[in-house]
């Protein structure tokens, strides 16, 4: 099984519509992270989580929120879907006990928004 | 505002032959250097990384050079092959591991046989 496993992995959906994407790991890192990935973007953090009490806001934070339900889990919600956050996005975790700063990715959602 | 700028935005090149990626990052608070690495359909996933005190690090056939004075630092994939076919992103993090990795566009590989 996968360590760091993401739902849905595609999803197309409608302007306006809510839309969430879920994130589940099972390797009990404490910090959470995500990205989207453009074409000639690279990838751009939109929120990242410490703990389940912390939640911060990264460099594209507009237009998405999240929660962290468990230490083993991170939603991304867009409030209401617009083209341009059609992307993929990706969930990243790492282990702040490590001493490590490696992040392990899932495997992506490719989000379309018509 | 992009921090870290990565050259080229693609790269083909052949079985045996040298591959070079480079970065380059304004913030001299940065101080920890990974690549990335992504197959389609995959996440990306870590490859090798850096710290500035030293100015090269070598694991099989890739290297990171590290060149903190002109804010730049390079991956050289030696012996190519087509199974090196991706996408390479590098990558900074700031001094004291706040976690934070800032990316830059990312470079696609081709190696034909």
């Known amino acids: 099984d996968a360590d760091v496993t993401q739902t849905p992995r595609n999803r197309i959906t409608k302007t306006g519509k809510r839309i969430m994407l879920e994130c589940s790991q099972t390797?009990?890192?404490?910090?959470m992270y995500w990205y989207r990935q453009d074409p000639g973007l690279g990838l751009r953090l939109i929120y990242y989580?410490?703990?389940?009490?912390?939640?911060n806001k990264g460099e594209i934070s507009d237009g998405y929120s999240v929660s962290r339900q468990a230490q083993a889990k991170f939603s991304l919600s867009l409030e209401s879907a617009i083209p341009n956050q059609t992307a993929l996005y990706f969930c990243?975790?790492?282990?702040?006990?490590?001493?490590?700063?490696?992040?392990?990715f899932g495997p992506g959602t490719r989000l379309t928004v018509l | 505002q992009q921090q870290v700028k990565q050259s080229p935005q693609s790269l083909i090149v052949q079985k045996g032959g040298i591959s070079i990626i480079n970065c380059a990052y304004e913030?001299?608070?940065?101080?920890?250097f990974p690549w990335y690495q992504q197959f389609p359909g995959k996440g990306p996933a870590l490859l090798i990384a850096?710290?500035?005190?030293?100015s090269e690090k070598k694991e099989g056939r890739f290297t990171i050079s590290f060149n903190k004075s002109a804010k730049q630092f390079s991956l050289h994939i030696m012996d190519s092959q087509p199974g090196d076919s991706a996408t390479y992103f590098c990558?900074?993090?700031?001094?004291?591991?706040?976690?934070?990795?800032?990316f830059g566009q990312g470079t696609t590989l081709q190696v034909k046989p």
């Open positions: 990243a975790t790492s282990d702040s006990l490590s001493g490590l700063d490696t992040q392990y």
């Open positions: 390797k009990g890192h404490d910090r």
């Open positions: 989580s410490f703990d389940v009490k912390d939640i």
């Open positions: 913030n001299t608070a940065f101080d920890y």
């Open positions: 850096i710290r500035p005190d030293v």
């Open positions: 990558a900074a993090g700031p001094r004291g591991y706040t976690g934070k990795l800032i």
